[in-house]
């Protein structure tokens, strides 16, 4: 199997584990609500699985999504600005950061001190780094021919975790707005596994 067929796989599989955790974690928890709780309470010190949780809501799919942005850097025209490439470096960032959110653990009993406030680090690096990733690289690959549709899906996808991570949560709830965003971060991912194939197909 090909590393390119390897990552599309990983890919499509990072959102359905991402998935079947947040249903069964839910399940697992007496009187959570996916329309107001955050997600990251079924992963808590506190919850009956935690770190099962962790692995299979943050950390699989983070890895998955580090190996997409380490994948999509080596497809990378050889004409696109530098902007590209730091934009990718910040995209396997943003990647490990997710993934990071799995092993920190939020602690219930202590929300603003020790094992949280590492949790809510590791998100606020992911929710920073990955719309500055997209976005680089975005503007690194704009006039690289075959690769415009994917520079449109990651602005609107950096977009999409900005306004739902920093700006939405008045409207419609932080417990929401937050599940769009990662539901935004997945989707792109199984797109960037997919960018620029047929452009380095007919390359070769």
């Given at each position: 199997m090909s590393t390119g067929m390897a990552s599309r796989i990983a890919a499509a599989l990072a959102p359905l584990s991402f998935l079947?955790?947040?249903?069964?974690?839910?399940?697992?928890?007496?009187?959570?609500?996916?329309?107001?709780?955050?997600?990251?309470?079924?992963?808590?010190?506190?919850?009956?699985?935690?770190?099962?949780?962790?692995?299979?809501?943050?950390?699989?799919?983070?890895?998955?999504?580090?190996?997409?942005?380490?994948?999509?850097?080596?497809?990378?025209?050889?004409?696109?600005?530098?902007?590209?490439?730091?934009?990718?470096?910040?995209?396997?960032?943003?990647?490990?950061?997710?993934?990071?959110?799995?092993?920190?653990?939020?602690?219930?009993?202590?929300?603003?001190?020790?094992?949280?406030?590492?949790?809510?680090?590791?998100?606020?690096?992911?929710?920073?780094?990955?719309?500055?990733?997209?976005?680089?690289?975005?503007?690194g690959l704009w006039r690289q021919p075959g690769w415009h549709r994917f520079c449109v899906t990651s602005l609107l996808a950096a977009l999409a975790v900005v306004g739902c991570g920093f700006f939405a949560s008045g409207w419609i709830g932080a417990a929401l707005v937050q599940r769009a965003a990662f539901a935004a971060w997945l989707a792109w991912g199984v797109c960037a596994a997919a960018a620029g194939r047929a452009v380095s197909r007919g390359a070769a």
């Amino acid at each position: 199997m090909s590393t390119g067929m390897a990552s599309r796989i990983a890919a499509a599989l990072a959102p359905l584990s991402f998935l079947a955790a947040a249903a069964l974690g839910a399940v697992a928890v007496e009187g959570y609500s996916h329309l107001r709780h955050p997600l990251a309470l079924l992963g808590a010190v506190q919850a009956p699985h935690p770190v099962a949780f962790g692995v299979f809501a943050f950390a699989l799919p983070g890895l998955a999504g580090a190996w997409v942005a380490v994948e999509l850097r080596t497809r990378l025209p050889p004409l696109a600005s530098w902007l590209a490439r730091i934009g990718a470096q910040l995209l396997l960032l943003a990647a490990l950061a997710f993934a990071a959110q799995g092993a920190l653990p939020l602690d219930i009993e202590g929300m603003d001190a020790g094992r949280s406030r590492y949790h809510a680090a590791a998100w606020l690096l992911w929710a920073l780094a990955f719309p500055a990733g997209a976005a680089l690289l975005a503007r690194g690959l704009w006039r690289q021919p075959g690769w415009h549709r994917f520079c449109v899906t990651s602005l609107l996808a950096a977009l999409a975790v900005v306004g739902c991570g920093f700006f939405a949560s008045g409207w419609i709830g932080a417990a929401l707005v937050q599940r769009a965003a990662f539901a935004a971060w997945l989707a792109w991912g199984v797109c960037a596994a997919a960018a620029g194939r047929a452009v380095s197909r007919g390359a070769a």
